[in-house]
């Protein structure tokens, strides 16, 4: 692990480990490079029963944010939950304030796999102004039904496009489950196929692909290639063990 090559993640504590930041950090560490983390609520749960959210308070947040900017330089962030749009559009602008050039890799959670409701019905007048912050979203498809209910997918698609690149998880699809799609540029739309044939359900797999493609593009790997290194990941993420909680693999030990 080279100490210098710093990534943030900005997320909910799971004690199980198995998302949020603690998730995050090990897939960060698994591609080598040093995981740094902003909590953004504390959750009580395991792998299997979601109990409880606690916010964490915006002036926290921030202040846990701008003590790291003091000290490391970031230049990618990865953001999970947080409670509300209102409370996400301060931090992309704190973020943008703190490096204008930072790369925002936003995971739009909605609802806990275990069914907790997060923040859906929050006034979504400032979605636009979201998107543009973001470097990239990465919403599931019942993530991104959710946030144009009113909508397509195919139409919602097309609006955010405009705005920001987005990677489809497709494992909650109904046609060609496991097949992922990235849009990028406005324009382009590259399809990414599973590359085995079953996996093992984990416990936070979404959230462990939006860190791997987070910590690709640390590494400055163009997009369409840390999309795809990121989907392969997390296949041996979720095939790495037969429980809910799966086991990180460094690029060392491949």
Request: with cysteine.
């Amino acid at each position: 692990m080279r100490p210098n090559k710093y990534i943030l993640s900005i997320a909910g504590f799971d004690p199980s480990s198995g998302a949020g930041v603690t998730s995050d950090i090990k897939t960060f560490e698994a591609h080598g490079l040093y995981g740094l983390s902003v909590c953004t609520a504390i959750t009580i749960q395991n792998d299997v029963d979601f109990k409880q959210c606690i916010w964490i308070s915006i002036k926290v947040i921030i202040s846990q944010i701008e003590t790291l900017f003091d000290r490391f330089k970031i230049s990618v962030v990865k953001i999970g939950i947080v409670e509300s749009w209102q409370t996400l559009s301060l931090l992309l602008e704190r973020l943008h304030e703190l490096n204008p050039e930072i790369k925002i890799v936003l995971d739009p959670i909605f609802k806990a796999s275990a069914g907790f409701d997060f923040h859906t019905k929050e006034n979504q007048n400032l979605l636009a102004a979201i998107w543009k912050k973001c470097y990239l979203i990465t919403p599931n498809y019942d993530e991104i039904k959710s946030i144009s209910p009113e909508k397509s997918i195919d139409d919602t698609i097309e609006y955010i496009s405009g705005f920001t690149n987005i990677y489809l998880k497709g494992g909650h699809r109904e046609d060609k489950k496991g097949w992922d799609e990235l849009y990028h540029s406005g324009i382009v739309m590259i399809n990414i196929p599973p590359n085995i044939e079953k996996t093992i359900e984990k416990h936070g797999s979404g959230c462990v692909l939006s860190s791997s493609l987070a910590s690709n593009l640390s590494e400055e790997i163009e997009l369409e290639d840390a999309a795809r290194n990121a989907k392969y990941y997390t296949e041996e993420f979720l095939n790495s063990n037969e429980s809910l909680l799966g086991l990180h693999k460094s690029r060392n030990e491949k």
